[in-house]
């Protein structure tokens, strides 16, 4: 059915439930998994956290460590569940775009990708990730609920 199948994560717990479900997926399937978590990097950092310049970077390094951390954590219970695995990082304002790129460049042939992330007033303004990529791609998308 699937051979590749792109597997983005932010971290929540939704998202991590997702990632569980696409890896027994993949695994009843014969799938491989491509784990993917973007450090978004806004330059709308609330004005509290804006203190001086040495704030920010290690706000923005906390933020690609975070994502790191995601994607060793597909790593790693694809590893257990032996289903074969490769993970990525990247960096953007709007992981959305992120997603169907990295669709792309790692050749996948569909997207598991959980129902939400954010919630409250960030989901408001940011606008649901999973909506822009069911709206834009060219591959099928799973959405985990």
Do not use: W
């Amino acid at each position: 059915m699937f051979k590749k199948i792109l597997v983005p994560t932010d971290g929540s717990d939704l998202s991590n439930r997702a990632v569980r479900a696409a890896i027994e997926f993949a695994k009843d399937h014969g799938s491989a998994i491509v784990g993917l978590s973007v450090a978004e990097i806004s330059r709308y950092f609330p004005i509290s956290l804006i203190g001086g310049g040495d704030d920010l970077v290690m706000l923005a390094d906390s933020i690609r460590q975070q994502a790191r951390d995601n994607v060793e954590i597909i790593r790693d219970l694809a590893e257990k569940s032996g289903v074969p695995c490769q993970v990525h990082t990247a960096e953007s304002a709007n992981p959305s775009d992120e997603i169907l790129i990295a669709s792309k460049k790692y050749a996948c042939d569909s997207i598991f990708i959980a129902s939400h992330g954010r919630t409250g007033l960030d989901k408001l303004l940011l606008g649901s990730q999973t909506q822009k990529v069911l709206a834009y791609s060219k591959i099928p998308v799973i959405v985990f609920r």
